[in-house]
T-cell receptor, first 107, second 111 residues
Framework: RKEVEQDPGPFNVPEGATVAFNCTYS??????FFWYRQDCRKEPKLLMS???SGNEDGRFTAQLNRASQYISLLIRDSKLSDSATYLC????????FGAGTRLTVKP | EPEVTQTPSHQVTQMGQEVILRCVPI?????FYWYRQILGQKVEFLVS????????KSEIFDDQFSVERPDGSNFTLKIRSTKLEDSAMYFC?????????FGQGTRLTVV
């Protein structure tokens, strides 16, 4: 089983749609969790940390289920500028990345 | 805002040559990482470095790779004898207590 697995995508959605990404991780000792965003040929940039109680940042909501070892990211009212690859990142002692899910938001 | 800086932004080298990729992490960070991303593929962990030594390395990080923190600011990745398949974007990252911050990457092209 891979350390971090994500929906393969790609997701192609119209502007204004709600889209959800899922991620599972294999190591129950994982300590912290993040969603990063990566634009084409650029470095990954932090989108948001994921807290046990769930957290929201504007149109973005992240959830963590430690029992199921599952993380999610919900994007509401998607914008053209949300088009990117979304990376699930799990920290044990190192930051381990999922393969990423590509999102394209179309007019 | 503090940032991780990497040099060079693009390096072209001949197969079999040695390359050194340089990174200046954020100054008060304690954890340092190298990742690589082959074009169109996922970000892959290479190595982590803490307290002046390697704390974890992946199976990709074989004997041709080495890392150094030669002074208080630089963190380098050396590839001793480059292969064609080493062509990739190499990202350096550093972390304090929370999330990791990435440099803009060095695109390595081995010809």
């Amino acid at each position: 089983r891979k350390e971090v697995e994500q929906d393969p995508g790609p997701f192609n959605v119209p502007e204004g749609a709600t889209v959800a990404f899922n991620c599972t991780y294999s190591n129950s000792a994982s300590q912290s969790f993040f969603w990063y965003r990566q634009d084409c040929r650029k470095e990954p940039k932090l989108l948001m940390s994921v807290y046990s109680s769930g957290n929201e940042d504007g149109r973005f909501t992240a959830q963590l289920n430690r029992a199921s070892q599952y993380i999610s990211l919900l994007i509401r009212d998607s914008k053209l500028s949300d088009s990117a690859t979304y990376l699930c990142v799990v920290n044990i002692n190192d930051m381990r990345f999922g393969a990423g899910t590509r999102l394209t938001v179309k007019p | 805002e503090p940032e991780v800086t990497q040099t060079p932004s693009h390096q072209v080298t001949q197969m079999g040559q040695e390359v050194i990729l340089r990174c200046v992490p954020i100054s008060n960070h304690l954890y340092f990482y190298w990742y690589r991303q082959i074009l169109g593929q996922k970000v892959e962990f290479l190595v982590s470095f803490y307290n002046n030594e390697i704390s974890e390395k992946s199976e990709i990080f074989d004997d041709q790779f080495s890392v150094e923190r030669p002074d208080g600011s630089n963190f380098t990745l050396k590839i001793r004898s480059t292969k064609l398949e080493d062509s990739a974007m190499y990202f350096c990252a550093s972390r304090g207590a929370g999330e990791a911050f990435f440099g803009q990457g060095t695109r390595l092209t081995v010809v």
